[in-house]
């Protein structure tokens, strides 16, 4: 899929409201997909949640310490069937 990220702002509740390249655009809650453990485990801090940023050389969200997310995993949270909308447009 390989789609860029091109806006993230932090909600509450661990929640990134994402915009893509291509105009999607959603809310994704992380307290549903990622365990706070690792180089996870700072960004249960709320503060430190807030900190998110777009990496434009990844195309993704991160945080100070290193930690990012695939973008093509939030994208198919916001797009269901994501994939299989791309596995039919290539064919």
């Known amino acids: 899929m390989l ?7 932090p909600l509450d509740g661990h929640r990134l409201q994402i915009r893509y390249e291509d105009g999607v655009e959603g809310i994704v ?19 430190y949640f ?3 940023r777009v990496d434009p050389e990844l195309g993704t969200v991160s945080w100070p ?5 695939d973008p093509d ?9 994501s994939d299989e909308l791309v596995s039919r447009i290539e064919v």
């Open 3 to 9: 789609k860029d990220i091109v806006f993230a702002t």
């Open 29 to 47: 809650d992380l307290g549903a997909i990622v365990s706070f453990r690792g180089v996870f485990a700072p960004l249960i801090d709320p503060a």
């Open 50 to 52: 807030s900190q998110v």
């Open 65 to 69: 310490n290193g930690a990012d997310l």
């Open 73 to 81: 995993v939030l994208y198919g949270r916001l797009v269901p069937n």
